[in-house]
């Protein structure tokens, strides 16, 4: 990851607000929306990193794919959490492709 990468992430957690940080992640880990997923009915493009340290795939994208009636998966191998540097290629392309199909 570039120096310039690492320099916008703690930019943009120094801009948040830590009762809005927290109130997030108390979101993030207690909300639950698998009985909302089944009722999607458009095509969603679920794209998650391989090596995800903070939300590991097996907990999250693959049970989604399950859920969602018209999901398409792409993982990125070896990619991490937020798919940062050299990875937003990768993502980037996927969502072309799914745009485009």
């Known amino acids: 990851m570039s120096e ?4 916008e992430f703690w930019l943009q957690g120094m801009a948040t607000g830590l009762p809005a940080a927290l109130d997030c992640v108390k979101q ?6 698998t009985a909302e997923l089944p009722k999607i009915d458009i095509p969603v493009l679920v794209v998650h990193g391989e090596d995800d340290q903070i939300v590991p795939i097996a907990a999250s994208a693959l049970k989604t794919v399950e859920l969602l009636p018209q999901a398409t998966l792409k993982v990125v191998p070896e990619g991490p959490h937020g798919l940062v540097g050299a990875f937003e290629e990768t993502f980037n392309g996927a969502l072309l492709e799914f745009v485009r199909s």
């Open 4 to 7: 310039g990468k690492r320099r």
């Open 28 to 33: 993030f880990s207690e909300t639950d929306f």
